[in-house]
């Protein structure tokens, strides 16, 4: 057995009985540029794409970063030509990586994103969420964020927001609405809308419960964003499912919401896994690079599915990471002493508190063991034991949490969801 390890391949040799839990394998029915074609002229809600290029004379295309993979390498080109179809040229195409606060576009990131061709024949650019200047204010949601978008954005004449769907361990699900809030929205307002995922009563800080993932009907963060981009909706969504591999395998364009709707609805059936009992371990894999890359993507997969071990278990966690982890996360994570990380929370000098709590969550339900690149005293700051080596790594699990009854291997963390059944 194997899982992956950035552009590697590790042996998994682990002791009980072995249960590999992972999303059905599925392929394409379609031509991927068919898939694309019916998304894009079949819409589940508003009007085709072709209808809106004929009524506009230049398109924004928004997709993600380098640090994801939404299938834009064949999707951008299949959009760009029903733009050139309906009278708009190349030069009047751009494409931008709507990256909330995460890594910004590089040069050399286009071919990756939008295929040669593409790369060669369009504007390129990425979203900057700390420049004012390039930023306008459309409202205040219910919430109290107060939302300003990327002028870039609002001054386009074709909207085109991009995503796929995964489960998302605060947001419930990513993409749709995702592409306008964090997706190309101010700093501020993406912090206040994350703050949602932290609930504080008082002196009490916890998670909030409703934030997580599969939750929107009642999901604070996912609410907020949803208010913020209809406040400047996107004119055409698309919203892609890909399988373990990145392949495309199916795609939903249209109104945002319905497009969402209809992509959340296929993953919902087949990327969660309902388990009896939990395990007394677990091997999780990121899934390899890209998700990977660094520590912010990395524990996704740790916190889609840590709850599905038993307390005091073992987490055997596989993540690369070549890219580091950031120092604020570093910072909050070393917090240790009784009721630090909520006083710092509380005075507001912790970014993006929900990551430091859920971290602490996991480290505190099971030993968590992480096979990775990351210096030992990073791994450490997050609370975690550091292995060089899968061997390494079962030894110590051994050690810290006895011999287990039923381990668990789930090679594609970032996108399967193991949870007990109610």
Known sequence: MRVTYGS??????????????????TKPSLSLAAIIQSALDQPVGGRSLA?????????????????????????????VRVLNEGGIADGAITVCTATGTHDNFRAEDAELLAGSDCARRLNFTGHDCRTPEMLAEVGTTTRGNRVRLARRYLDSPLRITTGRVTYHYFAGFSAGRKGVLPGVAALDTILTNHALAVSKEGRQVRLNPH??????????????????????????????????????VSAYGGEMEAAHAAGVAQVRASDRVEIEEPFDWMVVSCGGAHCDVNVIQAIKA????????????????VA????????????????????ELEAKI????VRQAHNPLWIRDAREHAHVIMVTKLAPAAVSALGFHHASSISE??????????????????????????ELKE
């Open 8 to 25: 590697e391949w590790l042996e998994v040799g682990v002791p009980g009985e072995v249960v590999v839990l992972c999303p059905p394998e």
């Open 51 to 79: 209808e809106l290029a004929m009524q506009a004379d230049s398109a924004l295309i928004m997709i993600a970063c380098r640090t994801r993979r939404t299938g834009s390498e064949v999707f951008i080109p299949e959009i």
């Open 211 to 248: 934030a997580c993932n599969g939750n929107l009907a009642t999901n604070p963060v996912h609410l907020d964003m949803l208010e913020a981009a209809r406040m400047a909706p996107p004119h055409f969504t698309l919203c892609t499912v890909l399988n373990t591999n990145d392949e495309l």
């Open 302 to 317: 740790l916190l889609n599915n840590y709850q599905a071990v038993r307390r005091g278990g073992a987490i055997i966690f």
């Open 320 to 339: 690369e990471c070549p890219e580091g982890s950031p120092d604020w996360l570093l910072e909050a994570c070393a917090l240790r002493g009784e009721g």
């Open 346 to 349: 509380l005075k507001g000098e």
């Open 393 to 418: 790594a079962v030894q110590m699990a051994g050690v810290l949490a006895g011999s287990p009854r039923r381990t668990a291997v789930v090679p594609y963390g970032n996108i399967t969801v193991v």
